[in-house]
């Protein structure tokens, strides 16, 4: 081998290695702006699901909200059930102590008692099972009962009088029908 031929291989081996390095450093940064493209899809893909993660948070409070003002709307409105209901028994026990008074006061109240045989009002109802669920009866009912009465017939005729109503009960026009 002579030198030129020697050179003529150094050369080239060079050349080849050049290139080598060459393509090698090519496809590093085709590989890196690879890379930078796809971090970059990456990017935007957890942005989007950052928005709906977001979004999805915002329903879920809301959603939670809702649950916690049906919530205190459901105790509201459980609470309102209980207040009208105490007001029906309260109504309820006004009936029956009204009843009681009517039946103490009217003679023949136990007359028809002793007719039915003891099982009960003309209504149905038996006194002893009255008694029974009405067990917070006071001796004052009589009283209670005159108070309401003259309360009311008191504001109504004081009504009628300030109306100009007629007390006969007539419903002529103008007359306020109380």
């Known amino acids: 081998m002579d030198t030129g031929q020697l050179v003529l291989i150094i050369v080239l081996a ?3 290695i050049a290139v080598v390095i060459v393509a090698v450093v090519i496809g590093r940064r085709k590989k890196a702006e690879v890379n930078r493209h796809r971090a970059a899809e990456l990017r935007e893909k957890a942005a989007e699901e950052a928005i709906g993660a977001h979004q999805a948070k915002a329903e879920s409070a809301q959603a939670e909200a809702a649950a916690l003002q049906a919530e205190v709307e459901a105790n509201r409105l459980r609470k309102d059930a209980e207040r009208h209901a105490e ?18 006061l009217d003679p023949n ?14 209504d149905g109802r ?11 009866a006071t001796a004052d009912d009589g009283e209670r009962l005159a108070r309401d009465r003259s309360g009311r017939d008191g504001a109504a005729r004081d009504g009628a009088a300030r109306d100009g109503a007629a ?8 007359d306020r029908n109380l």
């Open 87 to 104: 007001k029906a028994g309260e109504a309820h026990n006004r009936v029956e102590e009204h009843l009681r008074h009517a039946d103490k």
């Open 167 to 174: 007390r006969d009960g007539s419903t002529r026009e103008g």
């Open 126 to 136: 038996n006194d002893a099972h009255d008694r029974d669920r009405s067990t917070d």
């Open 14 to 16: 060079v050349v080849v």
């Open 109 to 122: 109240a136990q007359a028809d008692r002793d007719r039915t045989g003891d099982r009960g009002r003309a």
